[in-house]
């Protein structure tokens, strides 16, 4: 079992930055493909960014690409997830998530979930 706590979350202005940060235990991380998600209210979860287990491939939803990045530090068992130029649209509840499989993109194809971390733009 792995257990996965997200932080960083907040409020920010539009133009802002925040960095989150998701904390493993239960489970060494290196080996294991990560990602981010995010669901605003009404809406479905989306995928947001994806990195491999060692951290050489990374992918990201095409409404963040440029303005986020993804990371990870397997010494520290924790994923990352910088936030810049941020816009009222990025408001949403944030999720990291385990891959056990390697596959990205669709929720079904993570295996562990944190319970998430609420970030809020104003405009």
């Known amino acids: 079992q792995v257990a996965l706590v997200e932080s960083g979350g907040g409020l920010v202005q539009a133009g802002g930055s925040l960095r989150l940060s998701c904390a493993a235990s239960?489970?060494?991380?290196?080996?294991?493909?990560m990602g981010w998600f995010r669901q605003a209210p009404g809406e479905e979860r989306e995928f947001v960014a994806h990195i491999t287990w060692s951290g050489g491939n990374t992918f990201y939803a095409d409404s963040v690409k440029g303005r986020f990045t993804i990371s990870r530090d397997n010494a520290k068992n924790t994923l990352y997830l910088q936030m810049n130029s941020l816009k009222p649209g990025d408001t949403a509840v944030y999720y990291c998530?385990?891959?056990?499989?390697?596959?990205?993109?669709?929720?079904?194809?993570?295996?562990?979930w944190g319970q998430g971390t609420q970030v809020t733009v104003s405009s």
């Open positions: 239960g489970r060494a991380l290196d080996g294991y493909a």
């Open positions: 998530a385990l891959s056990v499989s390697g596959r990205y993109y669709y929720a079904a194809n993570y295996d562990y």
